[in-house]
């Protein structure tokens, strides 16, 4: 690296990026081609000194001047795809029951949050926004009340006779 054409209050006056100017020594080998097979027979070398472009450079305070503008670079954390499990510890509700959510994070796409509120009812957030009711969101999927609710709760089934009465109790229907 070469030395900056002007300081950095220059640059931010004139409005150009406080860089220094990057050069880079290239050596080229030649080699003599009509040299037996497998030997390299060194014909010539030469070195020069080739101009890349101009290399920002960072500032005292940290920061870096871009087109007579002062710039910061911010780190971004990205969060791992996946399903993550969680629970308010109590504090949320007055009576310190638990309160247990689901964040569904793809791998592209807007992310998922599923919320119990105090009386077991369950939410759903699309990207943080407005909170739903989860049914609305099943709904939008094509689900109707009949799967909606073999999803969540078991269902007692009777059939009765003149003789005789069967009951078939916990049966889960499937949703499809």
């Not at 050069?23 to 097979?37: F, G, Q």
């Not at 001047?65 to 780190?75: D, L």
């Not at 709760?153 to 049966?171: C, H, I, M, P, Q």
Request: glycine share 8%; hydrophobic share 40%; charged share 25%.
């Amino acid at each position: 690296l070469g030395e900056p054409v002007f300081d950095v209050r220059e640059c931010q006056l004139r409005g150009t990026t406080y860089a220094a100017p990057l050069r880079v020594l290239v050596r080229l080998v030649i080699y003599d081609k009509e040299a037996p097979a497998g030997s390299n027979v060194v014909k010539d070398i030469r070195e020069q000194e080739v101009y890349m472009g101009e290399m920002p450079l960072m500032t005292d305070t940290g920061t870096f001047v871009i087109n007579g503008t002062e710039r910061v670079i911010v780190s971004q954390l990205h969060r791992s795809p996946g399903v993550f499990f969680d629970h308010d510890k109590g504090k949320t509700h007055s009576s310190g029951k638990l309160l247990f959510s689901a964040r569904v994070i793809p791998y592209r796409g807007s992310w998922l949050d599923f919320e119990f509120d105090p009386k077991d009812n369950v939410f759903v957030r699309i990207d943080r926004r407005r909170k739903l009711p989860a049914t609305v969101l099943l709904r939008a999927l094509g689900y109707d009340t009949e799967q909606i609710l073999g999803m969540f709760f078991e269902t007692d089934t009777f059939s009765l006779t003149k003789r005789t009465v069967k009951v078939n109790l916990g049966a889960r229907t499937a949703a499809r």
